[in-house]
């Protein structure tokens, strides 16, 4: 077997002990004997798809991890700059993070991973929510809607909150003003009334969150910031745990996802919204008009040629091959 040197580099923190390896990531029984801590942690061998374990079996290669100017290969993102140290390396750039300069011209030799549509050669659409779940995230997608029955949702609380970084003020307006509506379970540190120590420890892709945020009615998944091409994991919280995810974030999200299917506040407004969702938690009716909905319209740019190819995992794989060899 052939054998790639690949380095990690200017990488982001995650919380300690969760695992960053594809395959422990969606093993909910890998997760229940975890005790982890909201102590961040610097990621020295990829994580999710890009991780050292998962490209060796991607790329039917031995890979070992190299300092950056003896690798084959550098695997970075943008939390910090020893990448441009390196202008004659092929990399690979993960740019899941709203700030990072996707088309940067100051950095040669780059193959992209970003959540930005494609706009040109090199730039691969990617949303952090593959990246962690893998391709199969979009068979939910294609999942028949369901509907409550009147006792399921009488059993329902209202929404579910876990937002801990307080750095965006329109994101805290309105989830106090939502507050003030209906009932919220906040369980991160804007706005906390409840304790849980599973949800408060661990990550949005902790699989386990899934059977608290059934629970729900709603899930409130703002993004840190509203920007062209960032969407994170958080919608995806809801739509595969079948709840109305109540989100702002990306503008263009909706040519992703059905607007009929959730909360969109970006074309809604904050007042708008909040009168839709104080409707849609005392109308059953009403809510499940919402829930039935599919998640994406025929005119989505999934279903188009161009885009929809990077849903496909075999294409993600022959993109990797090709660049790397």
């Known amino acids: 077997m052939k054998t790639i040197k690949v380095s990690y580099i200017d990488f982001w923190a995650e919380c300690g002990n969760i695992p960053v390896k594809f395959d422990d990531i969606n093993n909910i029984d890998y997760w229940k004997n975890l005790k982890t801590n909201r102590n961040l942690n610097r990621i020295d061998s990829g994580v999710g798809l890009f991780h050292k374990d998962h490209l060796e079996k991607l790329l039917d290669k031995n890979v070992i991890l190299s300092t950056p100017e003896n690798a084959d290969i550098i695997i970075c993102s943008g939390f910090g700059n020893q990448r441009y140290n390196y202008p004659n390396k092929k990399k690979i750039f993960l740019s899941f993070e ?14 992209y991973f970003s959540a930005n549509l494609p706009l040109k050669e090199g730039l691969f659409y990617l949303p952090l929510f593959t990246c962690y779940y893998g391709f199969k995230i979009y068979d939910v997608i294609k999942e028949p809607r369901v509907k409550l029955t009147l006792q399921e949702f009488n059993n329902k609380i209202d929404c579910f909150s876990l937002v801990s970084n307080q750095s965006c003020q329109y994101r805290n307006d309105f989830l106090k003003k939502l507050t003030d509506s209906i009932q919220v379970h906040n369980y991160g540190k804007v706005l906390k009334n409840i304790d849980n120590e599973i949800i408060q420890s661990s990550c949005w892709y902790d699989p ?31 739509f595969r745990n079948k709840v109305i995810p109540i989100y702002w974030g990306d503008p263009v999200a909706k040519l992703i996802f059905n607007s009929d299917a959730y909360i969109n506040v970006n074309e809604l407004g904050i007042d708008k919204a909040l009168e839709k969702v104080k409707l849609l938690s005392k109308d059953l009716n009403e809510y499940n008009k919402m829930l039935e909905q599919h998640i994406i319209k025929d005119n989505s740019v999934y279903n188009r040629e161009d885009i929809g190819k990077f849903t496909n995992e075999n294409y993600f794989i022959e993109t990797l091959k090709k660049y790397i060899n």
């Open 98 to 111: 709203s700030g990072f300069k996707v088309l940067d011209t100051n950095l040669p030799n780059t193959l």
């Open 208 to 238: 386990r969150l899934g059977d608290y945020i059934r629970k729900y009615k709603f899930i409130f998944c703002f993004e840190n910031t509203s920007k062209v091409g960032y969407h994170t994991e958080k919608i995806m919280h809801g």
